[in-house]
């Protein structure tokens, strides 16, 4: 064999164990004990989980008058420092585009720089008879079967009801999965506009503008929409109480209704938006962050199996130059932050060592449910023979403080700067290629190549 994992503990979605993993080429030819290869790696005292993917990230994408300030170099290889061997990033169609158009700019953006392997959802900002059409040649040839709309950012993303309803409707027809980023934009048009009437322009009117209810309306809506066009829905970083009600009684009455959050909506609230000098800045997202009793109810709703995947949101901008954009109004502060790096150690510390979820949870969260969801799985996802050699070597003794200046993405801050981490990902391979050696870069721009991806399946 050509590489052999040896001695580690092995952690899928339903198993534990001590085994040896052998490789050839970029596949997993064997599990057992005793393997032998040409290389070795030694991870004796180490986890071995799947590669993890992150099926939410913003690379490189034109938004707000800027562009996210990853690029597909910068943005993948931090992915793969902090344990990432896949992400599925969001093409964003232009206004009066086509989606093919949109894909082809992101293909020229991504292709030949990225470090792991990625896939692509379709982001419609357009819904008319062409596009709508274009979703078929997307699901059946290009290997896009999931597509992202939004109830937010009126005058420029936001969809209607009725683009929305007919997007279901084909998706459902065939095999595809509309994503929905579910916040009432009208609604958080007429707030902003009435706060900056009354100068109220600092960070913390951002959140102020967006209270979780119009999240819990944009779900209920969104879900009565999806049961009546017989289709299923997927909602996006849900941050608070309202959103997951409005989930865990739609599957209570047997709807295909899905949700993911993320580990700012988890860990941080808002108190950030307080932060003195701008900084509250570096918080404004959308959703924002919310009440750390929206964090329990978000924790309840993953125990519960309501909320089925974690991914980041990555979506980050230079705090100096780019956030900046919005010194004197809110509203022009570019709406994100980065986390492609930070997710499995911010999930391992605040997730499995406080007790919220178990190691099995852990991987099925972050690598075997986005994997199934997103018709990846079983090519990646687990740890089995046949399936790509993505995989993690996990130290759950390291400590790391997690600092802007130690970490790789392409920005000058992170929202966990200074949280004290224990357990980090120390070797990483991407189909059988080691990426990250003992915490160093080994792998290659242009190693990472686009995946076609599998309709959708209900999990
Ligand atoms: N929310 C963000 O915070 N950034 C990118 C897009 C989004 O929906
Ligand atoms: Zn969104
Ligand atoms: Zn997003």
């Given amino acids: 064999m050509d590489l052999v994992i040896k001695n580690g503990t092995i952690v899928t979605a339903t198993d534990m164990y001590e085994a040896d993993i052998g490789i050839e080429g970029e596949k997993i030819v064997a599990i057992g004990k005793g393997l032998s290869g040409s290389k070795e790696i030694d991870a004796n005292g180490m986890m071995v989980f799947p590669g993890f993917i992150d099926v939410h990230t913003h690379i490189e994408m034109p938004f707000m008058g800027t562009y996210s300030s990853d690029t597909w170099e910068t943005g993948t290889r931090a992915a793969a420092f902090g344990g990432t061997t896949c992400v599925v990033d969001f093409i964003i169609q232009s206004k009066g585009g086509s989606l093919q158009a949109a894909l082809d700019e992101w293909n020229k953006r991504a292709t030949g720089n990225a470090y792991i392997d990625y896939g692509f959802h379709m982001g419609m900002t357009d819904i008319n008879d062409d596009t709508l059409k274009e979703m078929e040649t997307m699901i059946l040839e290009e290997g896009i079967p999931s597509f992202k709309l939004f109830f937010a950012y009126k005058g420029s993303l936001m969809a209607e009801d009725d683009g929305f309803y007919k997007a279901l409707e084909k998706a459902g027809e065939f095999g595809g999965l509309i994503m929905l980023h579910a916040e009432n934009g009208h609604i958080i048009d007429l707030f902003t506009k009435r706060l900056l009437a009354e100068k109220k322009t600092e960070p913390m009117y951002h959140a102020v503008s967006r209270p979780s209810i119009l999240e819990g309306e944009a779900c209920q809506r969104a879900i009565a929409l999806a049961d009546l066009a017989e289709a299923p829905l997927y909602i996006v970083h849900n941050s608070c109480l309202e959103a ?7 599957r209570e009455r047997g709807l295909p209704i899905y949700g993911e959050t993320c580990p700012q909506y988890l860990t941080l609230d808002e108190e950030r938006y307080t932060e003195p000098d701008f900084n509250g800045a570096k918080y404004v997202m959308s959703p924002p962050l919310r009440s750390e009793f929206d964090q329990d109810a978000l924790w309840f709703a993953i125990e519960r199996g309501d909320l089925q995947v974690i991914s980041t949101d990555h979506c980050p901008f230079f705090f100096k130059g780019q956030k900046e954009m919005g010194k004197d109004n809110f509203a022009k502060i570019p709406n ?71 970490l790789h993405q392409n920005t000058d ?22 990426v990250i050696e003992d915490g160093k870069l080994a792998g290659e721009k242009g190693w990472g190549k ?5 309709r959708f399946y209900p999990l």
Avoid: C
Avoid at 244 to 250: K, M, R
Avoid at 417 to 432: D, F, N
């Fill in 244 to 250: 997951v009600e409005a989930i865990h009684e739609g």
């Fill in 336 to 406: 994100g932050a980065p986390g492609i790096e930070t997710r499995m150690a911010v999930m391992y510390t605040a997730g499995v060592l406080e007790d919220w979820i178990t190691l099995n949870k852990f991987v099925e969260l972050n690598s075997t449910n986005p994997a199934k969801m997103f018709g990846l799985f079983p090519q990646k996802g687990t740890i089995a023979v046949g399936s790509d050699a993505d995989i993690v070597v996990f130290d759950p003794e390291k400590e790391v403080t997690l600092s802007a200046k130690n």
């Fill in 450 to 454: 686009f995946i076609k991806r599998d």
């Fill in 413 to 434: 801050y992170t929202p966990w700067e200074g949280m004290i981490v224990k357990g980090y990902p120390v070797t990483v391979l991407s189909r059988g290629k080691i």
